[in-house]
């Protein structure tokens, strides 16, 4: 048999990268530096139509003035773009659809633009790809998701294109990667254009342009908690959480989601957690923003190591003066590459803990509403089992020998179980409840005409609850039929738990299955602010000793 | 916003009651209530008067409050909540808190 090679051009890519370059030209200054006011001329040039594009967009730093430079293209020249990138947060990442810039998207978290997204849905001024996790989108830059352009944000760069994105690396490594090395062009705004830079994160050659942006970019402290803010109930469920989990699973590396009842739980270790005797058998290793609220934590010896998807205002300084503790460059200041530290949270941590708004009878979860197309960015990478691990640990162990279908499923093979915990209240403020029997997911997947639900962890992954009610022990129920009872058991008053059968929620108490706060050993008059060692925003810094530098809204002293 | 005045009475084994002739806890502020205990003889009985704003919940209140006095076994007292949104559980933690208050200063 004879075989016949195709025959074509095998650099098409590199000559139309050139090609482009050529149109850029006249708009590049000194070595790779284009001045703010021809930024949309050099976007025009280097953009075609059905181009697949990125806006660099974490949930924290934003390359905001690229964003709205994108938005004032002529849509003549520039249109139908495939817009592939994490984060959705800025009005102009919307508006590029709006105008006809751009078509389809591929993503995975909207936060603020989220009605907008499902109204331009339905009005069919946008196509959606799908919602990812950051990982599963990351892998996809690499595979069929490539932008051809990525417009990315860092700290500084100098005139060869070197650029520092220091303390809020964040995504541009893997978005930089991807896009270089397919001949793509990558287009830097920076803040400051100097001549030596404090490191390198990028290197020049795979910058294309850099430009000076008129203000630093835009960076929301997203993950700073006022311990003002925290309530009692939510001082209640951390001590479940911290007795009944941490404590029982000895729990070592974690992930804490974003939300009071995770910041209530960090300011309750040195206090609480202290007094079961838990120091240095919980705790020890979090892949975790660098939350304010962990600073007590830190400052009395409890945690050994703090790896950051993105940076947190006003953190620089105590971050760098504990290099013991986060991860520090030779130039003193933090590196934040969020594709590794979602890596190391998908497969190197026990446990993620976090918020959620919808639990179902089944247990899957979801933060999905009815009319708002959001994502769920990282949590379901963390809030899951993930499947290709292959190394144990104390924790793991025990959640998958307690897995009551391990024997069914598993046969004779030891194997264990990451643990999974959602933390919901019955009720939350203006009473909506926390467990519905339907979750506003098939809603928003029909308004929104998704394929499948976004639930943010499903139900098989899922393996505790915590509720003020008490927790439930899911993996230790043998069937759907068992699960969904323990889930009703400690559902309170809302639909899902008044068809809670109390004869079968007392059985499950009696098999450990469910534990209530009296279960657990826990007084409830207890549970009360006094409980959390800062109070508030103050306490924080002077328990950083002053190096935490709270951004203004979060000072009130 | 109309208030809503919603009156239920409980049953009680009455294997407690408060010491206090009169107790509060609390303040009505956004999302929290507060708790007025007083000493009655209602034969063993709970009565409670819940002042919300809250509409649609009144099955709610009534089983929280049934399980507090199941739980803790309290009797013959009337008990007056004025809440400004609390959820449920908020709601459940003041009753514990109030009355562990009202039973503490028997000691005193």
Known sequence: MEYKGITREWDTLKKDAMERAKNAAPYVKEGKIVDAKDTVALLEAVIKPFDKVNIEGNNQKQADFLAKCLCQVDPAKVHDLHMVQSVLTLPEHLDVFEKGIAKKLDMSFSGPQAGRIAQFLQEGKLELGAIHTYLELYGRYFVDLTPRVALVAATMADKKGNLFTGFSTEDTPAIVEATKFRQGIVIAQVNEIVDELPRVDIPGDWVDYVVQSPK?????????????????????????????????????????????????????????????????????????????????????????????????????????????????????????????????????????????????????SSTATANRVAGFGGAPNMGCDPKGRRHSSGAWLKCGEEYALNSELWGPVRRGKRLVVQLAETFREKLAPGFVEELDAFALAKNANLSIEPVMIYGDDLTHIITEEGIAYLPKCRNMEERTAAI?????????????????????????IIKTPADLGIDMSRANRSMLAAKNVHDLVVWSKGLYNPPAKFRNW | MALQVLEFEFKSE???????????????????????????????????????????????????????????????????????????????????????????????
């Open chain 1, 216 to 364: 630093p970019f835009y960076i929301e402290p997203l993950f700073t908690r006022d311990p003002a803010l925290i309530t009692d109930a939510q001082v209640l469920k951390g001590m479940m959480a911290i007795k009944g989990i941490y404590g029982e699973y000895e729990v070592t590396s974690l992930n804490h989601g974003i939300g009071f009842d995770t910041a209530a739980i960090e300011l309750l270790l040195p206090t609480y957690g202290e007094e079961l005797g838990l120091k240095g058998k919980i705790c020890r290793n979090f892949i975790l923003n660098p939350h304010p609220t962990l600073i007590p934590a830190i400052e009395t010896g409890w945690v050994e190591s703090v790896h950051c998807f993105g940076g947190e205002l006003g953190m620089e300084d105590y971050v760098a003066a504990r290099s013991d503790i986060f991860f520090v460059g030779p130039d003193g200041s933090m590196r934040s590459n969020r594709a590794f530290s979602q890596t190391a949270g998908h497969y190197a941590i026990d446990m993620f803990i976090g918020g959620t708004l919808q639990i179902d009878p089944y247990g899957n």
């Open chain 2, 14 to 108: 009455a294997t407690q009651t408060i010491a206090k002739e009169w107790s509060h806890l609390g303040v009505t502020g956004s999302g929290d209530l507060e708790v007025l205990f007083e000493k009655k003889d209602l034969g063993g009985n709970v009565k409670a008067k819940v002042v919300t704003p809250v509409k649609g919940f009144d099955a709610v209140w009534e089983k929280m409050i049934e399980k507090f006095v199941n739980d803790t076994g309290v009797g013959n007292i009337s008990i007056e909540i004025n809440d400004d949104n609390a959820t449920p559980i908020v709601v459940y933690m003041r009753l514990r808190q109030a009355l562990a208050e009202a039973t503490a200063k028997e000691a005193e």
């Open chain 1, 488 to 512: 009703r058991g400690i559902a309170g008053f809302t639909e899902v738990g008044m068809k809670a059968d109390p004869k079968e929620t007392k059985r499950l108490r009696e098999l450990g």
